[in-house]
């Protein structure tokens, strides 16, 4: 799978079934290890002019990565 396939998927909270975001980029290591996706979080009311609107969620939060989504457990 590639990184732009990725980047299409909603990812979804599987505690409350939210949405919180679509990843811009990853992080790997030295050895290609994924260590986490930077997700840019999806912009609400309380949001809207805030510039820091990217977070990170390490790769061992990955439940499924399905057709259309990415469910995390956070």
Do not use: H
Not at 21 to 42: N, P, R, T, W
Not at 54 to 67: A, L, P, R
Request: hydrophobic residues 40%; aromatic residues 8%.
């Amino acid at each position: 799978m590639f990184l732009s396939e990725l980047q299409t998927k909603d990812i979804i909270s599987i505690k409350d079934g939210r949405k919180i975001g679509k990843i811009i980029d990853v992080k790997i290591d030295e050895q290609g290890k994924i260590l986490y996706f930077v997700i840019e979080q999806k912009r609400g009311i309380k949001n809207f002019m805030s510039s820091l609107n990217e977070s990170n969620i390490e790769f061992n939060y990955i439940e499924k990565i399905g057709s259309d989504v990415i469910l995390v457990n956070l």
